[in-house]
């Protein structure tokens, strides 16, 4: 097969997702993140097991359609969306998009308007404080979402909006936490 070779085990796959599904309340919903492994057999595999797909970018949309995933499971969340994905995920009509900014909000709520739909729309929140143990800390002033202190003035905006359906927030703290507390 060459070099460099990767092999996924399913059974490994399998026996994680089961310890998962056992760690947490039944009635949370566990999204794969598309940016981990998009390879079209992995997508494939995982969208037989979780609820979902966290998708970050235009091409993650598409493969995770091609893959034959429901786009309704999708959430769709990352800076620097552009237009035309965007006007994609509501052609598609992704389960959600994550708005980054007012800016985001309202390049979404144009297409709507011109497309003659409703958009699902959650808010980032970029959270006021910052996780000290994770490797990658996405907390206090940061270039993604909008900030904490910016969320009520922007649910305000949305509520008798008939374009846009608010579906709720969205915090991505930070990663690589191995600390439970």
């Known amino acids: 097969f060459g070099t460099p070779l990767y092999l996924y085990s399913r059974n490994v796959v399998l026996r994680r997702r089961d310890m998962l599904r056992r760690a947490l309340p039944e009635d949370v919903q566990i999204y794969y993140a598309v940016k981990a492994n998009p390879h079209s ?54 389960g959600s998009i994550s708005i980054e900014s007012v800016q985001e909000l309202y390049h979404i709520r144009t297409l709507c308007k011109r497309m003659k739909v409703t958009a699902r729309v959650m808010i980032r929140v970029n959270p006021g404080f910052d996780l000290t143990q994770s490797g990658m800390g996405m907390g206090g002033p940061r270039q993604f979402g909008i900030d904490e202190d910016q969320v009520p003035e922007v649910i305000a905006c949305m509520r008798d909006d008939d374009l846009i359906d608010f579906q709720g927030i969205h915090i991505f703290s930070g990663s690589q936490n191995l600390n439970a507390q």
Do not use: C, H, Q, V
Not at 59 to 79: D, H, I, Q, R, W
């Open 41 to 94: 057999d992995i997508i494939s595999l995982m969208g037989r097991l979780y609820d979902g797909f966290d998708i970050s970018s235009g091409g993650e949309m598409k493969k995770a359609l091609n893959a034959g995933n429901f786009p309704e499971a999708m959430s769709y969340a990352g800076p620097g969306k552009r237009l035309s994905e965007l006007e994609f995920a509501l052609t598609k009509n992704i």
